[in-house]
Structures are given as structure tokens and as C-alpha cells.
T-cell receptor
Framework: GAGVSQSPRYKVAKRGQDVALRCDPISGHVSLFWYQQALGQGPEFLTYFQNEAQLDKSGLPSDRFFAERPEGSVSTLKIQRTQQEDSAVYLC??????????????????FGSGTRLTVV | KQEVTQIPAALSVPEGENLVLNCSFTDSAIYNLQWFRQDPGKGLTSLLLIQSSQREQTSGRLNASLDKSSGRSTLYIAASQPGDSATYLCAVPAGGTSYGKLTFGQGTILTVHP
């Protein structure tokens, strides 16, 4: 597709439910990032994939968070036993680049519109 | 650990004013710095990227400057328009990685009223 697609756009979950958030990156993009954006804050890094390999998961807040990208394209972020503090917008970004030294202009990243998760 | 701070948190100006948004970062060893725009309910759109070797970048009415030694960047918007209303975020690559993991500021919410 022309852009990064995320679904669902909105998700309301009862505390304790499991949720799965989907990201369809731009076709051919090797790098895929997940960020979490709390209300009134900037995005915070969660995890990074290069093709199907998860090279960095240092930002995942707890072992309730799990991400996968089994075929190197679509990625899913799963949150188990959701809690109120998980309420946030989850943003996905993809890039053709694997090394930021290759960035020569401002379109190194393309972000999706995000999934707004509300835990009640 | 890299920390990015943006000032002010919010700004409201009348149409036509020139304005400056500020961004500071604690670790000056950065590859580049990016400014993004975020509209409500939407993802981030990259506006300008300044490489560490550059002092400024311009795109239309936008001009971003970078002073690595002092850990500061500014985004200058000339002749502001209501359509410029959005949240503006600056971001730098997190230290110790090569693949573009970004550390963001908390953003400046800009409102331009007619």
C-alpha cells in the first residue's frame, strides 16, 4: 500500500483482557518500529524489527508486551492482561533503511496513524 | 541516556506571526535531528532532518537550526497560518544504535488562530 496501515484505529479493552494490534508497513520496508505515545507525551520506543528479526526489544515495559513479525512484513503487538497504564496510542513506523547513516532526507521513517488503546 | 526537552509546551499565536519552537538534548553526540508534525488522530509527518554536519535546513516557511555543541535546535515558522496548528515534535537517534531508534521530546502544541 501507499502508507503504513494500522488496525484497529481504536480499541477499548476491559482491564485484564488481551489485545492484538496490527501494523502493515510499506511493501519492501525492511525496518519496522513500534512506539507508545501516552497522552500529552512524545512517542517512546518499544521495539525494532529488521525483516523478521527482532533486534531490539529494550523498550517493552513488561513481559506482558510481545511483538512479532514472522514473515518480515506485517507485525503484531500483543499486550496480555491489559492494565490502565497501558492506555496510549501505539504507533508503527517503517523504513527502507537499516542504518540511520543512510538517511539523507527527512523521509527516513513513515509512521502509521496509530491505534488508540483505552483500558477501562 | 539521551533526554530531549521541548519548550514551550503550548503556544497560541495570531495568524501571520513568526514563531520559534525550541528543542534541547543532553547528549551532543547525535547523527542528526528531526522535526515532526503530528495532527490530532494521525501519525507523525517528518518536516525536516538536519545532519550533524549541518547548521540548518529549510523547507518553505520552515527553517530548522542545529547547534550540537550547546545541545539545541530551533524550528522557525514564518508567517504562521491556521493550517500550521498541530503538535511539533523533535527527535534524535538514541545513542549506541545504528538503525534509527529515536528519542522524542514531549512536543509543542501550536495553535494559530485567524
Amino acid at each position: 500500500g501507499a502508507g503504513v496501515s494500522q488496525s484497529p484505529r481504536y480499541k477499548v479493552a476491559k482491564r485484564g483482557q488481551d489485545v492484538a494490534l496490527r501494523c502493515d508497513p510499506i511493501s519492501g520496508h525492511v525496518s519496522l518500529f513500534w512506539y507508545q505515545q501516552a497522552l500529552g507525551q512524545g512517542p517512546e520506543f518499544l521495539t525494532y524489527f529488521q525483516n523478521e528479526a527482532q533486534l531490539d526489544k529494550s523498550g517493552l515495559p513488561s513481559d506482558r508486551f510481545f511483538a512479532e513479525r514472522p514473515e518480515g512484513s506485517v507485525s503484531t503487538l500483543k499486550i496480555q492482561r491489559t492494565q490502565q497504564e497501558d492506555s496510549a496510542v501505539y504507533l508503527c513506523a517503517s523504513s527502507l533503511r537499516t542504518r540511520l547513516l543512510m538517511w539523507v532526507n527527512s523521509d527516513g521513517y513513515t509512521f502509521g496513524s496509530g491505534t488508540r488503546l483505552t483500558v477501562v | 541516556k539521551q533526554e530531549v526537552t521541548q519548550i514551550p509546551a503550548a503556544l497560541s499565536v495570531p495568524e501571520g506571526e513568526n514563531l520559534v519552537l525550541n528543542c534541547s538534548f543532553t547528549d551532543s553526540a547525535i547523527y542528526n535531528l528531526q522535526w515532526f508534525r503530528q495532527d490530532p488522530g494521525k501519525g507523525l509527518t517528518s518536516l525536516l532532518l538536519i545532519q550533524s554536519s549541518q547548521r540548518e535546513q529549510t523547507s518553505g516557511r520552515l527553517n530548522a537550526s542545529l547547534d550540537k555543541s550547546s545541545g539545541r535546535s530551533t524550528l522557525y515558522i514564518a508567517a504562521s497560518q491556521p493550517g500550521d496548528s498541530a503538535t511539533y515534535l523533535c527527535a534524535v537517534p538514541a545513542g549506541g544504535t545504528s538503525y534509527g531508534k529515536l528519542t522524542f521530546g514531549q512536543g509543542t502544541i501550536l495553535t494559530v488562530h485567524p
